[in-house]
C-alpha cells in the first residue's frame, strides 16, 4: 500500500517536474524570441537612419560641385525638351549628352565662334590665304551668269533631292558618318561633299574615296578631335592634294574612336581621343601602305598618287571682279562688285546644288539642336546665351513648306540621331 502510494507521489512529482521544465523552456523561447524581434526592429530602425540621414550627409560632405551642376542642367534639358515638344513644330528627344556654353568652353573643344572665317582676317590676309584659292575675285562672271541665264525646273523648285537626282551616286551623297568622340564634323562633311562632287561631275565613273587618314597627318592646321575649319580642308586638297582610302586607309585609325558614347558624344571624352589619334598618327607621306593600291586619273597633277581640286566656289554675299579700263589712270584697277541679297544668295545656293551636287555650310547651333528628332529644325530661342558654335553640315537637298525653303542636310552623328542621321 505504501509502495503503490509512494509510487503515485513520484509520478505526482515527475509530473509537476515535467510540467515545470516544459514550462521554463516555453518561457526562455518566448524571452529569445522577443529579444530577436527587438534586434530585427532596432537594425530596421538603424538601416532606415543611416539611409535617411547618414548617408545623405556623407554625399553633401565628400561631392564636389560638379554632379550638382550636372543635374541642374540635366533638369534644364528635361525641361527645355518637354517645351520644344509643346511649343515647336519639331519634336525633341531628351539626350544626356547635351552641354551648354560653359561646359562647352571647360571642355576645350574649339568648334569654330566666328561668323566666318573673313570675318576675323584683315583684308590683305584673307586675299593672300583665300581669295586665290576660292577664287572670290573671279566669281563675279559665274555667279552673274547663274542668277540670268540658269533657271530651275518648276518641279525641282518646290522639292529636290540629290540622291535621287543622280542614283547612280545615292548611296555616297546618303552616307551617315558617325565622329563618336572625336569631333571630325569639319573633315567628314568636307571630304564626303567632294567625293559626292567627283562622282555626280564623273556621272558615276569616279568613286574615289579620299584619305582621312592622310588629311589628319598632313593637315595640320586643318583641326583635329576638338573641332576644326573646313575651309582648311578644301584649301590643302586643291595646293597639296588628299591620297585615296585604297592608298592610304583611315578605318585602322578611326575604328580606335569610341563611337557608343551617344549623339554626339560627352565633350569630357574628346581630350582622349584626340590623344589616341595623335598617336596612331605618323609624319605625313604620300606613298601608298600597299603598292598594289595605287591610283591615278586626271585630278592627279604631279602623279604620285595625291589627288588634287582644281579650285573651290564660294558664294558670297558680294562678289568682286577685276577689270582693267580701256584708258589708264595711274594704273589703277576698276572693281565691280555685285552684291547678293538673301534671295538672290537662296537662289544661287539651290542653282549651285541643282547643277553640281550637294554643298557644305556653316550652321549656328543652338543648344537645342543637341535635342533634335525629327520635323522641320527652328531654334526656339536665338539668343547669345543658348549659342553654341558655328557647326558643318552637308546639304543635299530642299524643299518648299508654307513658302519656305527648307534644306535636307546631312550631320556626322550617326543614324540614331535626328531622323537616321
Not at 569639319?186 to 588629311?215: A, M, P, Q
Request: glycine residues 4%.
Amino acid at each position: 500500500m505504501n509502495n503503490k502510494v509512494g509510487k503515485a507521489r513520484h509520478r505526482e512529482a515527475r509530473g509537476a517536474l515535467e510540467y515545470r521544465v516544459v514550462n521554463d523552456n516555453a518561457r526562455r523561447d518566448e524571452y529569445f524570441q522577443w529579444k530577436l524581434y527587438f534586434l530585427l526592429a532596432f537594425i530596421l530602425l538603424s538601416t532606415i537612419f543611416i539611409t535617411l540621414y547618414i548617408v545623405p550627409m556623407i554625399i553633401y560632405d565628400k561631392s564636389s560641385e560638379a554632379p550638382i551642376k550636372k543635374n541642374e542642367l540635366s533638369e534644364y534639358f528635361l525641361e527645355l525638351t518637354h517645351r520644344i515638344n509643346s511649343e515647336a513644330s519639331w519634336k525633341a528627344e531628351y539626350n544626356a549628352n547635351a552641354f551648354n556654353q560653359k561646359q562647352l568652353k571647360e571642355s576645350g573643344t574649339q568648334i569654330r565662334q566666328a561668323e566666318n572665317y573673313s570675318s576675323t582676317m584683315y583684308e590683305e590676309d584673307y586675299l593672300k590665304n583665300y581669295a586665290e584659292t576660292f577664287r572670290s575675285r573671279k566669281n563675279y562672271k559665274l555667279m552673274h551668269d547663274m542668277l540670268t541665264k540658269v533657271q530651275i525646273p518648276l518641279s525641282a523648285m518646290k522639292k529636290f533631292d540629290c540622291r535621287g537626282h543622280w542614283p547612280i551616286c545615292s548611296s555616297a551623297i546618303g552616307k551617315i558618318y558617325d565622329q563618336g568622340a572625336c569631333w571630325l564634323y569639319w573633315l567628314y562633311t568636307t571630304v564626303s561633299t567632294t567625293e559626292d562632287r567627283l562622282c555626280i561631275s564623273s556621272n558615276g565613273k569616279s568613286h574615289i574615296k579620299l584619305s582621312k587618314f592622310h588629311i589628319l597627318a598632313c593637315c595640320k592646321h586643318c583641326g583635329n578631335c576638338k573641332g576644326g575649319d573646313p575651309e582648311e580642308v578644301y584649301m590643302h586638297w586643291i595646293k597639296y592634294g588628299v591620297t585615296s582610302e585604297l592608298c592610304q586607309p583611315s578605318n585602322n585609325l578611326l575604328s580606335l574612336i569610341d563611337k557608343s558614347c551617344g549623339q554626339p558624344c560627352a565633350l569630357s571624352l574628346t581630350k582622349k581621343a584626340d590623344r589616341t589619334i595623335r598617336k596612331n598618327i605618323n609624319s605625313c607621306f604620300s606613298d601608298c601602305f600597299n603598292p598594289e593600291h595605287k591610283y591615278l586619273d586626271v585630278y592627279d597633277r604631279k602623279q604620285d598618287n595625291v589627288h588634287y581640286g582644281l579650285y573651290v566656289n564660294l558664294i558670297e554675299r558680294s562678289v568682286i571682279s577685276d577689270r582693267r579700263p580701256k584708258q589708264w589712270y595711274r594704273g589703277e584697277t576698276i572693281h565691280r562688285q555685285l552684291t547678293i541679297d538673301n534671295i538672290r544668295w537662296l537662289d544661287l545656293v539651290k542653282k549651285e546644288i541643282y547643277l553640281r551636287g550637294p554643298i557644305s555650310v556653316d550652321l549656328l547651333v543652338y543648344e537645342d539642336f543637341l535635342l533634335y528628332k525629327s520635323g522641320i529644325y527652328d531654334p526656339i530661342s536665338q539668343s547669345s546665351e543658348n549659342e553654341l558654335f558655328r557647326y558643318h553640315v552637308k546639304i543635299i537637298g530642299w524643299e518648299l513648306v508654307n513658302n519656305e525653303t527648307v534644306f535636307l542636310g546631312v550631320n556626322t552623328w550617326g543614324t540614331s540621331w535626328g531622323e537616321k542621321g
